[in-house]
C-alpha cells in the first residue's frame, strides 16, 4: 500500500513528532510511505529519502502549495493519502487539495488533533475516514454528526520524551 502523511516533520511540535514515529512504523509493516511535509525555514538534520519537503507552513500561504502537493500525489499513485489536521497548520485550502486528491482515486484519512464545528461543515465531503483520539470526541462530535461514514478511535502511544 502507498501511504502518503502531509504534516510537519522534524519540527518540534506533538504533530511533527507522532508522524516521526507513525511513519516509520508503517513502513515496517510493508507500506510505501512517503511524508510530505513542510518546508523549513532553517536547515536541520537530514530528512530520511521518503520525506519530500513541497509545502509552505501554515499550508496554502503559498499559493502553489495545492498544485504542487496534488502533483505529487498523483505522481507517487498513492492508495491513501494521511492528513495530520490541525488548523493552525491547515487553515487555507486543504479543502481544495483534498477535492483534487480524491478526484486521482486517493483515499483521505483525516487524522483529527483539534475538533470543532468547522472540521464537520468542512471536512465532511472530502475524507474517507476521520480518527480522532477519544472515544467522547468520537461520539460527540463525529457519531452523532451523522456525515462520516467511517470513523476510528486511535490511542496513540508516543514514547515520553526528557525535556532538557
Known amino acids: 500500500m502507498k501511504v502518503g502523511i502531509l504534516s510537519r516533520y522534524g519540527v518540534p511540535c506533538g504533530i511533527g513528532k507522532q508522524t516521526e514515529y507513525v511513519a516509520p512504523a508503517l513502513r515496517a509493516l510493508g507500506c510505501d510511505v512517503t511524508v510530505l511535509a513542510a518546508q523549513r525555514g532553517v536547515d536541520g538534520p537530514e530528512d530520511p529519502q ?3 519537503r513541497c509545502w509552505s507552513d501554515p499550508f ?3 499559493g502553489a502549495d495545492v498544485a504542487v502537493v496534488a502533483a505529487i500525489v498523483k505522481e507517487l499513485r498513492l492508495d491513501v493519502l494521511h492528513v495530520q489536521y490541525e488548523p493552525s497548520i491547515f487553515q487555507h485550502r486543504l479543502v481544495d487539495l ?3 486528491v480524491r478526484a486521482c482515486g486517493t483515499r483521505v484519512v483525516l487524522d483529527a488533533h483539534f475538533l470543532d464545528g468547522r472540521i464537520r461543515a468542512r471536512y465532511a465531503a472530502v ?3 476521520f480518527v ?3 472515544d467522547a470526541v468520537a461520539d460527540a462530535v463525529v457519531r452523532r454528526s451523522g456525515q462520516y ?3 476510528a478511535v ?5 514514547p515520553v ?3 532538557v
Not at 486511535?154 to 508516543?158: G, L
Open 154 to 158: 486511535v490511542s496513540v502511544a508516543v
Open 50 to 52: 521518503w520525506v519530500r
Open 161 to 163: 520524551m526528557d525535556v
Open 98 to 100: 483534498l477535492f483534487k
Open 127 to 129: 475524507s474517507d475516514l
Open 60 to 62: 496554502g500561504r503559498a
Open 132 to 134: 480522532v483520539h477519544s
Open 149 to 151: 461514514a467511517a470513523a
